[in-house]
């Protein structure tokens, strides 16, 4: 009988650690910057995108609208399929803003391939599915990343 209660006992640790270490995430403060553009808000999208390329997850949208959505061609895709966005949305961020957001990454992520990509899309405009794409490692997220269309750059901190 006691060895019965002692592998109980042991297994209900092993749950509690193994939940503990996969529920481990950071926050990061996401300062970004637009360019002066001209035209509606744009509509941005915050992924974490895996080793091979592909989507993983849904960190934070910039457009409350979800009818804009699909404007957002390939990330539209793997939304559709997986509903799920991790942080709230915020408001679309317009030509020369500065927004300000937060958003967690799971720990276990950190120097192993992965990237953060910010997908930009504005009405009636040309639509950049990797605007600016930092790599979810020390030396990513220490530098400013520039954007490549309606993002001027991005700046992460671990906070």
């Not at 457009?63 to 997986?82: L, T, V």
């Amino acid at each position: 009988m006691k060895s019965l209660s002692k592998i109980c006992l042991v297994a209900v640790f092993a749950c509690l650690f193994s939940f503990k270490a996969a529920a481990q995430t950071d926050k990061y403060k996401c300062l970004l910057q637009m360019s002066n553009y001209v035209g509606e808000g744009a509509y941005i999208v915050v992924s974490l995108i895996d080793p091979k390329g592909e989507y993983e997850k849904t960190l934070y949208v910039m457009g409350d609208d979800k009818k804009w959505y699909k404007s957002i061609k390939e990330w539209y895709k793997f939304y559709a399929k997986k509903p799920d966005i991790s942080a709230k949305t915020g408001a679309s961020v317009t030509g020369g803003d500065r927004s300000v957001t937060t958003f967690e990454i799971e720990a276990s992520k950190f120097d192993k391939g992965y990237k953060i990509r910010f997908e930009t899309a504005v009405e009636d405009q040309k639509y950049h599915v990797t605007d600016a794409e930092i790599p979810f490692t020390t030396e990513g997220i220490a530098e400013k990343t520039e954007g490549k269309g309606y993002i001027r750059y991005v700046k992460l901190n671990k906070i």
